[in-house]
């Protein structure tokens, strides 16, 4: 996700069990929110690879986030105050992170990368974004849309969005299985919008056809 940076550095601030560091590098958002040491999480990346490998990188990630996303949300949220907009389970170099987006009470979009192990607070820099508007005025609110998926579809959340009016959250069961939940923001209605694991079973029909 692309945007530009207009605080290149954030003060940093004493969190429970850690501190809260920023970091950015104008002209360079991956280089800004790249953790400077290493997580508490580090699982093999096979981006390079395709298939069953990524699947299965997804699988050790989502093992590895012993923080879930509630409570990620819920660490952000003490960290910066404000409406969290999304959150990401990601990987990177030094390891498994949380990326959460905050938009701040006086409207400032905040990205926050926590580790994804221990649920230290890694960075926090504010940038340009849209209206955050929406998503602050939504009757529902990140946490609740995280609850609402998971009783649609029992697994662990490895992403929450707020977009087009609506909560799309991404979870993988026990059986790494991905399935993909749209969450009313209104009234916290669930809906199973996809399962992988049938899209799946559906081209193996087609291969054999």
Same mark, same amino acid.
């Given at each position: 996700? /692309?945007?530009?940076?207009?605080?290149?550095?954030?003060?940093?601030?004493?969190?429970?069990?850690?501190? #809260?560091?920023?970091? $950015?590098?104008?002209?360079?958002?991956?280089?800004?929110?790249?953790?400077?040491?290493?997580?508490?999480?580090?699982?093999? !990346?096979?981006? !390079?690879? !395709?298939?069953?490998?990524?699947? *299965?990188?997804?699988?050790?990630? $989502?093992?590895?986030?012993?923080?879930?996303?509630?409570?990620?949300?819920?660490?952000?949220?003490?960290?910066?105050?404000?409406?969290?907009?999304? *959150?990401?389970?990601?990987?990177?170099? /030094?390891?498994?992170?949380? !990326?959460?987006? #905050? #938009?701040?009470?006086?409207?400032?979009?905040?990205?926050?990368?926590?580790?994804?192990?221990?649920?230290?607070?890694? =960075?926090?820099? +504010?940038?340009?974004?849209?209206? =955050?508007?929406?998503? /602050?005025? *939504?009757?529902? &609110?990140?946490?609740?849309?995280? *609850?609402?998926?998971? /009783?649609?579809?029992?697994?662990?959340?490895?992403?929450?969005?707020? &977009?087009?009016?609506?909560?799309?959250?991404?979870?993988?069961?026990?059986?790494?299985?991905?399935? &993909?939940?749209?969450?009313?923001?209104?009234?916290?209605? +669930?809906?199973?919008?996809?399962?992988?694991?049938?899209?799946?079973?559906?081209?193996?029909?087609?291969?054999? &056809?």
């Amino acid at each position: 996700m /692309k945007r530009n940076i207009v605080i290149a550095t954030v003060t940093a601030a004493t969190l429970i069990g850690g501190t #809260v560091s920023a970091f $950015a590098v104008p002209g360079n958002d991956e280089a800004a929110q790249t953790p400077t040491s290493a997580t508490s999480t580090n699982v093999r !990346d096979t981006d !390079d690879r !395709d298939g069953d490998d990524r699947d *299965a990188d997804d699988v050790r990630e $989502a093992r590895a986030a012993t923080t879930d996303a509630a409570q990620a949300v819920a660490k952000a949220l003490k960290a910066q105050p404000g409406t969290v907009a999304s *959150a990401e389970l990601d990987h990177t170099a /030094k390891g498994v992170v949380w !990326d959460v987006d #905050v #938009v701040g009470d006086d409207g400032t979009w905040h990205e926050l990368k926590l580790d994804a192990g221990n649920g230290r607070v890694l =960075g926090n820099h +504010a940038e340009q974004e849209d209206d =955050g508007n929406a998503v /602050k005025n *939504a009757k529902t &609110d990140a946490r609740e849309a995280i *609850a609402a998926a998971q /009783k649609a579809a029992p697994g662990k959340v490895t992403s929450v969005e707020f &977009d087009d009016g609506a909560w799309e959250v991404e979870l993988q069961n026990k059986q790494g299985q991905d399935q &993909d939940v749209r969450v009313d923001q209104n009234t916290a209605k +669930a809906t199973v919008t996809a399962d992988h694991d049938d899209d799946s079973d559906d081209d193996q029909d087609s291969d054999d &056809d």
